[in-house]
């Protein structure tokens, strides 16, 4: 049983231009301990979908699913106390912004203490012993130093490294790491992406990385899929993904890659885009 | 050659006309999608119509109103409305205590209405954006000098301000309108620096002063029109507020003196016969609440519409 | 080509100065910390760095938008100073910008056409016509359509308008464009096509670039020279070959091990470690 599978999601938004198609059809499925990458640019639906799945959507989007289970249990058919209880203790969520994700108003200490507050029933010495050992756990120095400061006296590396600390608080069985490095540095996000793997590789919980970066992919993924305008173009392991792509898109993508440019122009996605819009035009007809 | 030249004139007028009704289209597009937030929120809909009655009303009043408003019937003094015993369908409304028409005066008295609200929005409006846009723009110590001067504006009770420079500048509509203007002001003036000092560092901004923009071109071309929206919300209820100071005033017997048929100066008039009459103080006082109330449904609208943070994407 | 040199930076400084409060006392923070290097015209330089290493400081003094502290700044053999009065118009011609944020970079009031115009407006006495047609030709060099004119900003994707803010700071056919990260918020496919837009106007154009980045793949494809800034000096300048295939610094050492790589030895190598 795989530890989490999602089957022909479909999401809809109401606009003023009539309704919009941001996923349409989408499956996943994530096993205990591995890394799963989704991948596409802007408008593939790649955060709609596990925003999907944490139930954190406007009212304006409509879901259906065929199938929404986690460890076995449906997730649509959870009352909303239920799921709140799956989502946040087993399920946990790291977001692009990390200085924009934490509370300026509270320290950081309190603020992890928060989360094992509501999932667990720790004491609250237990809940600081906790709190620092989660931070030392995420590579802060000084942790006993640091609870007590507020995000703003933090770099956005750090401030990263404490909502790591916080999504691992109540060990998520699974964690969703949407766009976790894309506004750090280089050097960041080198430290980030390792500390996520190793905490990955200790706790041998699943790990879901949404990004547009084929290089974060090739440095973190087991198993990739590819998405494009709401839909999935590809799924495979990583390896075959970048050795032998199926999908032409996919081939596209990684032939934009600069360090992949052979000659003087780099080859663009625009003429598959072409090949694209014929097949939707073929569905739609 | 002539010919030559002709189909080249005619080619290039074929694609500026081209130009001009994809340049008329994006325009549309903004209106519809505008009215499709806008419409979302029905209140302001209704509010909408409702002023939009009233301003109807208000121009054709020679043709609306029954009566002249300052004619006096003297056998129908204190006259009650046409459903209730003793009333006629003459007088719809019923008739004050010096017999006239009090439905006719509430149609002339929305003129003066929406005349004084036109009024005091646009000079509060245009002082409040040119002071504000200073003060954002430039910062440092002129910034910190007008604001000092709105601060101590803001200080004052609204009213009794209004009321004191009335009393300086003499009582009458003109001076009243003066007053609440002024009183008004530092709302804008506040909130258009706001505006401009989130504008003034954006990219555009800096990519404008590169392309050799002058100051002013930056503050009042570059900047002010992405400042407008919340100043729109705000001169809509701004715009009612106006009309309430007005009435205010008009009831204290400082704005619009008798028989101007305002509002506020009705309800004045009429404050002795409030246990006898309730015609004559409760159609004016309708009046003001349903206009005030229609305008503000109208501002939620507008705020909902332009603001971009509640826009969905 | 060698030789002609169309910017030359000696030593040049940039402080910003904190105001001391009431209890607080004035302190100076040093963004540029004297820097050196020359363009040559039609050349590419890259400056690489990370944030806060001073090289969107140095792209404001580049286009006089900020006044540097100490130091010179050459642009095609004239020399530009800020702090005394304003810049002419031959000088704003010579050096213009295009910022990182799409979205941010184009005013959301004013029509495509008039962005484009604007430029013209402000520095030349061409009549409207003429400013039209020049827009209009430059639309399609950039890759757009006539019809694009009359339309607002955000009726287009993160790359047109990518498109549209390079059309504007080449509307006056400057000789220097700086390029503040023009690559890094678009997408992986529109940057390939966006990278290319830029080969072809260098080409056409004969621009010189100053192209700020903080991505390597992207500084290794497009660069002549490459300068790596860390916390406001030049610990690495020298043409890009040299600085790729032998770093000398630690720093850019560090950087270049960070970079994540997309080949599939590496993959294979992390797969293997994996399984170990």
């Known amino acids: ?285 | 050659m002539t010919n030559v030249s002709t189909t080249e004139t005619r080619a290039k007028g074929a694609v500026a006309e081209k130009l001009a009704s994809e340049s008329r289209n994006a325009t549309k597009a903004m209106l519809v999608e505008f009215w499709y937030y806008f419409k979302q929120n029905r209140g302001a809909v209704i509010g909408l119509a409702v002023f939009l009655i009233l301003v109807v009303v208000a121009l054709l009043a020679p043709y609306v109103a029954p009566h002249s408003p300052d004619m006096q019937y003297r056998e129908n003094f204190l006259q009650p409305p046409a459903w209730e015993e003793g009333g006629s369908a003459t007088f719809l409304l019923g008739t004050d205590a010096v017999g006239r028409d009090i439905l006719s005066r509430l149609i002339y008295g929305s003129r003066y209405s929406l005349f004084i609200g036109v009024v005091v929005v646009t000079i509060a409006l245009s002082g409040g954006i040119v002071l504000g846009v200073i003060a954002g723009y430039f910062r440092g110590s002129v910034d910190t000098f007008i604001m000092r001067v709105m601060d101590i504006i803001l200080a004052f009770p609204s009213l009794l301000l209004a009321l004191v420079l009335v009393a300086i500048l003499g009582p009458g509509l003109t001076n009243a309108m003066i007053a609440i203007a002024i009183v008004l002001q530092p709302h804008f003036v506040r909130l258009t620096r706001a505006a401009v000092l989130s504008e003034r560092n954006r990219d555009y901004v800096v990519a404008a002063r590169v392309a050799g923009a002058g100051n002013l071109r930056l503050m009042f071309k570059t900047i002010l029109p992405n400042c407008l929206s919340p100043l729109i919300v705000q001169a809509t209820l701004s715009f009612s507020n106006a009309i309430l100071d007005a009435a205010a005033l008009g009831f204290l017997g400082m704005g619009a003196q008798p028989p101007t048929p305002e509002w506020g100066t009705m309800l004045a008039e009429a404050r002795e016969f409030i246990l006898r009459a309730w015609w004559v103080v409760t159609f004016p006082g309708l009046a003001i609440l349903v206009t005030v109330l229609a305008i503000n449904l109208v501002g939620d609208g507008l705020r909902d519409a332009l603001d971009p943070k509640l826009k969905r994407s | 080509m060698s030789g002609d040199i169309i910017l030359k930076v000696r030593d040049l400084k940039r402080d910003y100065v904190t105001k001391g409060g009431l209890f607080k006392k004035e302190s100076t923070l040093s963004a540029l910390k004297g820097v050196s290097f020359d363009v040559e015209r039609g050349s590419t330089l890259a400056v690489v760095g990370e944030s806060g290493c001073g090289k969107s400081t140095l792209a404001r003094i580049l286009t006089m938008i900020d006044p540097a502290t100490a130091g010179t700044v050459e642009i095609d053999g004239t020399a530009i100073d800020i702090s005394k009065g304003n810049i002419s118009r031959e000088m704003r011609q010579k050096v213009q910008i295009v910022f990182q944020n799409p979205y941010g970079s184009l005013n959301p009031r004013q029509k495509i056409g008039a962005v484009l115009e604007e430029p013209l407006l402000l520095n030349s006495d061409k009549p409207a016509a003429e400013r039209r047609d020049l827009a209009l030709s430059m639309l399609e060099k950039v890759g757009l359509k006539p019809e694009h004119y009359g339309r607002y900003p955000h009726m287009f994707s993160g790359g047109q308008r990518q498109r549209i803010a390079i059309a504007r700071a080449i509307m006056l056919q400057p000789k220097l464009l700086v390029l503040d990260e023009p690559v890094s918020a678009l997408d992986l496919s529109v940057q390939a096509q966006i990278l290319n837009l830029l080969a072809d106007l260098q080409d056409e154009f004969d621009l010189t670039y100053v192209f700020i980045s903080h991505d390597l793949s992207v500084v290794r494809y497009i660069a002549d020279k490459v300068m790596v800034m860390y916390f406001g000096e030049a610990v690495e300048y020298g043409t890009r070959d040299e600085v790729f295939s032998d770093p000398k610094h630690s720093y850019t050492k560090t950087l270049f091990a960070a970079t994540p790589r997309a080949d599939i030895e590496s993959i294979r190598e992390r797969l293997a470690n994996k399984a170990a």
């Open chain 1, 1 to 285: 049983m795989p530890l989490l599978e999602i089957r022909n999601l479909k999401v809809e938004f109401e606009t003023a231009s009539g309704p919009f198609k941001a996923l349409d059809g989408v499956d996943y499925t994530v096993d205990s301990g591995e890394v799963l990458a989704i991948v596409g640019e802007s408008g593939s639906g790649k955060s709609v979908a596990m925003l999907a799945l944490m139930g954190l959507l406007p009212d304006t989007a409509t879901v259906t699913v065929d199938k929404m289970e986690f460890e076995g249990r449906d997730i649509t058919k959870l009352s909303a106390t239920d799921r709140r209880q799956v989502i946040g203790k087993d399920i946990s969520m790291i977001f692009q912004e990390p200085i924009a994700s934490l509370n300026p108003c509270f320290t950081v200490g309190f603020q992890i203490g928060e989360a094992l507050k509501v999932h667990t029933d720790l004491s609250s010495s237990d809940r600081s012993r906790r709190v620092i050992e989660l931070l030392e756990a995420v590579g802060i120095p000084e942790p006993k130093g640091r609870l007590s400061s507020f995000p703003h006296q933090m770099s956005g590396g750090q401030c990263q490294r404490v909502m790591i600390a916080m999504a691992i608080a109540c060990q998520p069985k699974l964690l969703i790491a949407d766009e976790p490095t894309t506004a750090l540095d280089v050097t960041i996000q080198k430290q980030i992406l390792d500390l996520l793997l190793k905490l990955q590789e200790e706790s041998g919980m699943g790990l879901i990385m949404i990004t547009h970066d084929m290089g974060v992919v090739a440095e973190t993924a087991d198993r990739v899929v590819v998405q494009y305008q709401g839909r999935q173009m590809e799924e495979s392991d990583v390896l075959t993904l970048f050795e032998s792509p199926k999908h032409p898109y996919t081939k596209a993508l990684l032939s934009a890659l600069p360090e992949n440019a052979t000659g003087d122009r780099l080859p663009t996605v625009s003429d598959f885009r072409e090949f694209l819009e014929s097949e939707a035009k073929k569905v739609s007809a």
